[in-house]
């Protein structure tokens, strides 16, 4: 399967604290791509790194990308209440058709 | 800025019946897809579709399913004969080419239907 992974699969953190979750996957990949979820909501995109690229910010994001080790993880940084939702990495290939595939997602709590 | 529209956001259908889900991609992108989402599981991949055939399909893609894109805009699902573990969010989405740029690729995704079936 070429399907991500992603850990933990549940973290609680207080407001202010950093956040990071991880995501691991199994082949080479063309780029991988970091998105939210709130409950029952549609998947808004945070950040996409590219497989020659190690290391992204955008805002209070920032994303890092180890090609050897095939990971990737995603730190938040001075979290909020707002935070709260699911963060999900997903990872496009190259090889057979070009798709997204989705890891299994981190939920996060951010508690005030 | 450009997005991925689906409608309608919620749908509720008897089991047994006919259900399409519809979908307007990104105007010039050129490859499109299907992700559905049971509730609180992941995001799992169902069609792809280029150059007006699908491309991929995953095992969960059987024979009730359908793809269309009737008149080079719109977007199709169809599920022939609903069954109640077809309830989930479906996502449509649409890249402009395989190595995207992160141009219009921020809307890529539909914010999604909700189908119920009952």
């Known amino acids: 399967s070429q399907q991500g992974e992603e850990d933990p699969q549940a973290l609680s953190i207080q407001e202010g604290e950093n956040a990071t979750m991880n995501c691991s996957y199994k082949t080479s990949i063309n780029n991988l791509q970091w998105y939210r979820q709130n409950s029952g909501r549609g998947l808004v995109h945070l950040i996409l790194i590219r497989s020659n690229e190690r290391e992204k910010h955008s805002g209070r994001l920032r994303v890092t990308l180890d090609t050897s080790k095939k990971s990737s993880s995603l730190l938040i940084t001075a979290s909020r209440a707002a935070d709260t939702a699911s963060y999900f990495c997903?990872?496009?290939?190259?090889?057979?058709?070009?798709?997204?595939?989705f890891g299994t997602g981190t939920r996060l709590k951010v508690l005030a | 800025e450009p997005e991925v529209t689906q409608t309608p956001s919620h749908q509720v259908t008897q089991m047994g019946q006919e259900v399409i889900l519809r979908c307007v991609p990104i105007?010039?992108?050129?490859?499109f897809y299907w992700y559905r989402q049971i509730l609180g599981q992941k995001v799992e991949f169902l069609v792809s579709?280029?150059?007006?055939?699908?491309?991929?399909k995953s095992e969960i893609f059987d024979d009730q399913f359908s793809v269309e894109r009737p008149d080079g805009s719109n977007f199709t699902l169809k599920i022939r004969s609903t069954k109640l573990e077809d309830s989930a969010m479906y996502f449509c989405?649409?890249?402009?080419?395989?190595?995207?740029?992160?141009?219009?690729?921020?809307?890529?995704f539909g914010d999604g239907t909700r189908l119920s079936i009952l």
């Open positions: 997903a990872t496009a290939y190259t090889s057979g058709t070009y798709k997204y595939i």
């Open positions: 989405a649409s890249f402009p080419t395989e190595v995207t740029g992160t141009a219009g690729l921020r809307r890529g």
């Open positions: 579709f280029y150059n007006n055939e699908i491309s991929e």
């Open positions: 105007s010039n992108h050129l490859y």
